[in-house]
């Protein structure tokens, strides 16, 4: 398509024959004296024509509850889109009207924002969401024969004594939890300074990387996931044994310490893996789910 809107012998009301191209895509002001024809050119011609093609292109039943439209006095007009048009007599009385909400797209823009819209993160670029399937692969390309170490973070940088935890994962079946860095066994937890932050992380299995252990880790994964609503980290605890490098851009890495600061020993590496939007290079970043309350601006969550 075009990128100016072109209209040739525009008639309508009080213009006469004018012609003119108008650039898409942009915002543009039509100006001039009280009755010189910015409405005739706005509403009563492009807007017009734009709103007849668009009734024409549905099917002849829905056509019949929308009733005939009369044909701009133009000879023509090139690279139109469907019109959308507000003018200073369609009056609101909720100063929180938007040109969404008069003209009544607002539910279908929140529908089609949710089903079939793109989050970015803070550069800009697009992110995505992994699946179990997409994380188990992720996991798996890891080094070959290293020993891996997974993970589900259960408290991240909060204050407490997270006393209940011990319990609470034992009673399903768990034996041991990383606190700050460092693997206890549960009956063994730590007690916790409550006026400091602390990162909890409880160990799914421990595991060595290769073909045969392929449906366990698939297992352990989605055992994870489950625990930590859709969050991973898995230690690769012979990540400089050869040299073992970062098997792709969706997962962050960090050689040097834990995503809560707290060290690995060395020669460990881990990497975090999440079925939520998130952006390895901004790994405090996470998009939220896209459901039609993200696009509200009534709602909280949007």
């Known amino acids: 398509m075009s990128g100016t809107i072109k209209i040739t012998g525009a008639k309508e009301h009080n213009l006469k024959d004018v012609s003119l191209e108008i650039p898409r895509d942009k915002l543009v ?11 005739s050119l706005a509403f009563d011609t492009i807007y017009a024509e734009g709103q007849r093609r668009y009734v024409e292109s549905l099917s002849s039943y829905a056509r019949q509850f929308l009733g005939l439209m009369e044909k701009p006095n133009v000879e023509q007009i090139e690279g139109l889109s469907p019109a959308i048009s507000i003018d200073q007599k369609s009056t609101s009385r909720n100063p929180r009207s938007t040109v969404a909400t008069v003209t009544e797209i607002y539910d279908y823009l929140r529908l089609l924002y949710a089903r079939v819209g793109i989050p970015h993160g803070p550069d800009g670029q697009p992110i995505s969401a992994m699946t179990t399937e997409e994380i188990a692969d992720g996991v798996q390309a890891l080094p070959q024969d290293h020993r891996l170490i997974i993970l589900a973070p259960v408290v991240v940088d909060k204050k407490g004594e997270h006393a ?19 693997i206890y066994a549960l009956d063994e937890f730590p007690t916790l300074d409550k006026n400091y932050k602390h990162n909890i992380e409880i160990v799914v299995d421990r595991v060595v990387n290769n073909s045969p252990q392929a449906s366990r880790i698939f297992q352990s994964v989605e055992a994870g996931l489950n625990i930590a609503e859709g969050h991973i980290l898995v230690v690769d605890v012979d990540a400089t044994k050869d040299g073992g490098e970062q098997p792709n851009d969706r997962i962050h890495s960090d050689p040097g310490a834990s995503r809560g600061g707290a060290p690995l020993s060395k020669g460990e590496a881990i990497f975090k893996f999440s079925q939520k939007y998130y952006n390895p290079e901004y790994p405090d970043f996470q998009a939220p789910d896209m459901e039609p309350r993200t696009f509200s601006f009534n709602s909280p969550h949007g």
């Open 164 to 182: 209940h935890i011990p319990e609470l994962y034992q009673r399903q079946g768990y034996a041991r939890a990383r606190v700050d860095g460092v």
């Open 29 to 39: 002001v039509i100006t001039g004296l009280s009755g010189s024809g910015k409405s």
